[in-house]
């Protein structure tokens, strides 16, 4: 799963699917409530987005296909919605959303999976710190190795696992294959 903003870029990875960052179209939204406070869209959709993170965070298990199907028909109510009468930014909001409609509630049925992008753009400013304290990396080959060194010892962070301990199997005990990180975590 991949946890994103809505740049098209994103589609052309190979992932099993997508949750969009709610947090990113809940501020995009609460700027359209800041520029026409007489319009209710905006802050109807806020509250759509506020309510299922709130039953989601409130959940002992993901909550689900009822859960999703509710907010669906909530949403599906507020993008029949005619907004371009407010101006060109409420239309363009909600042909956005429109077009990601499929992947804002993901996390509803997957525990584990957030309903923000905040651990991905915490995981790349690490990459982007070293580019900057660094000047870069030498070679291309070396850019990736680190990218896959980070990229496993972050998986295991995030799992509970030692990075160390993670490392020192990769190192010791075999060379890596697609399920190598499955075999530890699990």
Known sequence: MLCTDRHSTYFNLDVLTHQFCLVHL???????SDINSSQKWSSDMQQLFRDD???SNNAEAPPGKEARNKYEERLDKLLDEDVGHYGKDYQQLQNGIIKCRDFLFTFLDHKGVPHHNNAS???VRILKVKTKVSGGFRT??????YAVFHSI???AKKNGKSRFGILYLLITEEVP???F???YIV
């Open 26 to 32: 809940i501020r995009n939204l609460q700027y359209l």
């Open 53 to 55: 993170i709130h039953e």
């Open 121 to 123: 753009k915490a995981a």
């Open 140 to 145: 291309q080959d070396g850019a990736d190795e």
């Open 153 to 155: 010892t972050d998986t």
């Open 177 to 179: 294959d697609a399920t």
């Open 181 to 183: 990180i499955d075999k």
